[in-house]
């Protein structure tokens, strides 16, 4: 007889749940990125998340080099203002305002300023294992394990 059965039906605990609303902050929270623009995290903070979520802002550039990474898992990007050129793989793409992307991580991509004025960006990826702390992209800025894979001309 099961050790349950002698005590009557145990309740089993309700899924935890957890929920993260992050406020509009003050550009304090902004972090500036060695690539020129600057980041700020808008979620994560999940006891096990799947995906995480940034707003990043591309000043105007001179700029032609797209120093490329790659990663693990997914992206989805949506283009907030402005205009942004973004390589994946060997294929450049123009996006402006209201213009979004997703694809698969693991070929190599960057983006950068392609206007006159700032441009911003929402990126959503997924993550895995070391990358619970932070996207791959800012790791590999960081000069932790994930490398540039090329630099695209």
């Known amino acids: 007889m099961p050790l349950a059965q002698l005590f009557g039906e145990a309740q089993a ?15 304090a929270d902004w972090i500036a990125s060695p690539n020129g623009y600057a980041w700020r995290r808008l979620g994560g903070d999940l006891r096990q998340p799947l995906l995480d979520a940034f707003e990043l802002e591309f000043p105007p550039t001179r700029r032609r080099e797209i120093a490329l990474v790659a990663h693990e898992g997914e992206e989805f990007l949506l283009i907030l ?5 973004f390589q994946i793989g060997s294929e450049r793409l123009t996006m402006e305002t209201g213009d979004s992307v997703h694809f698969d ?3 190599p991509h960057m983006g950068r300023n392609a206007g006159d004025s700032p441009a911003r960006m929402l990126m959503v990826h997924t ?13 590999a800025m960081a000069g932790a394990d994930i490398k540039t894979v090329r630099k695209g001309g």
């Open 13 to 27: 605990a309700p899924p935890p749940t957890h929920v993260m609303m992050r406020r509009a902050r003050s550009t």
């Open 81 to 85: 203002s402005g205009c942004i050129e």
């Open 105 to 107: 991580a693991g070929i």
């Open 127 to 139: 993550r895995s294992g070391a990358e619970a702390q932070a996207p791959p992209l800012f790791l």
